[in-house]
């Protein structure tokens, strides 16, 4: 029985996560936060309100707090190591970050500024070449253990960061750059995350500009082991968010382009769809307003 949970705007628009299995879902109480989840998820589900106080046509949101901090991981797949090689003036710092023991680890996002299943990405006005990046994304909790697994839009300014490899930060954490959905399922409903087909698909004016799969199989470094990285000279009171890379990158020839459509699936979590801006969305600067309110 797969286990999921999800993040889900009431009729009154509040947040309210939702525990759903085959068998059904239960609304958690409100003021429910993830790190309550992580705490006890059996005692939650028993005081779960039912899904009538859900609202049927409410947008879902991404699957994390306002302040879940997402990392993620790079070079981890082959597939990367090259498309940062090919587009890279240094391109010998990949190589050597491939091979090495420690990973690429760098913060991707807080919540806040995530997008959610069926919400816009951005990508930046100052950039001409900009790629989506696939990603299976490790939930975990504040001790580091895998709590579940959801998807990553990884998106990303291949030409800023191929400038120079310092102006990674800008190429990869702006507003709007991160994608996280459809919901988090449960890591006992996983029975192997390194046997899951990813898929990605980029629709413009109706017609497939972009589609390609590859698996998990592929990725180098294990999951626990990028997770105790992490971990290893910090703390997260509330959990994180771990994208673990990707190694489907369009080739140099392709870039996103305003109004197109984004469709990332991997086997047993689910499917992410997000249009695309050019610049940024206007839900996002109001979400920025809201955090000085």
Same mark, same amino acid.
């Not at 949101?61 to 940062?84: I, M, N, Q």
């Not at 190589?95 to 420690?102: L, Q, T």
């Given at each position: 029985m797969t286990g999921y949970l999800e993040r889900r705007n009431d009729v009154d628009g509040r947040p309210r996560w939702v525990l759903g299995s085959d068998a059904g879902s239960r609304v958690l109480p409100v003021g429910t936060r993830l790190v309550d989840v992580f705490r006890g998820l059996d005692t939650l589900a028993a005081h779960?309100?039912?899904?009538?106080?859900?609202?049927?046509?409410?947008? #879902?949101?991404?699957?994390?707090?306002?302040?879940?901090? &997402?990392?993620?991981?790079?070079? %981890?797949?082959?597939?990367?190591?090259?498309?940062? &090689?090919?587009?890279?003036? %240094?391109?010998?710092?990949?190589?050597?970050?491939?091979?090495?023991?420690? #990973?690429?680890?760098?913060? !991707?996002?807080?919540?806040?500024?995530?997008?959610? #299943?069926?919400?816009?990405?951005?990508?930046?006005?100052?950039?001409?070449?900009?790629?989506?990046? #696939?990603?299976?994304?490790?939930?975990?909790?504040?001790?580091? !253990?895998?709590?579940g697994w959801t998807i990553c839009n990884d998106v990303s300014s291949r030409s800023i960061e191929a400038e120079n490899p310092l102006y990674l930060p800008q190429a990869k954490v702006y507003l709007g750059g991160c994608a996280l959905g459809p919901a988090i399922v449960l890591s006992s409903s996983v029975p192997d995350p390194y046997a899951l087909t990813i898929s990605l698909t980029v629709s413009r004016e109706a017609a497939v500009a972009w589609t390609g799969s590859t698996s998990t199989s592929q990725l180098r470094r294990r999951v626990d082991v990028l997770a105790e990285y992490l971990f290893r000279a910090d703390v997260f009171p509330h959990g994180a968010v771990l994208a673990t890379g990707t190694s489907l990158v369009p080739e140099s020839s392709f870039s996103l382009s305003d109004g197109d459509v984004v469709r990332i699936a991997i086997d047993g979590i689910g499917e992410l769809m997000n249009p695309t801006v050019r610049g940024l969305v206007p839900d996002h600067e109001q979400r920025a307003a809201a955090m000085t309110q």
């Open positions: 779960g309100e039912g899904a009538e106080v859900l609202d049927p046509a409410g947008d #879902p949101l991404a699957p994390v707090d306002s302040d879940t901090e &997402v990392w993620a991981a790079g070079v %981890t797949y082959e597939r990367s190591l090259h498309a940062r &090689v090919e587009e890279s003036g %240094t391109p010998d710092i990949y190589d050597r970050v491939y091979a090495a023991e420690r #990973p690429e680890l760098f913060m !991707k996002s807080v919540g806040w500024r995530v997008s959610g #299943p069926g919400q816009a990405i951005s990508v930046r006005a100052d950039s001409e070449w900009n790629v989506p990046e #696939p990603e299976l994304a490790a939930v975990l909790d504040p001790d580091g !253990k895998i709590f």
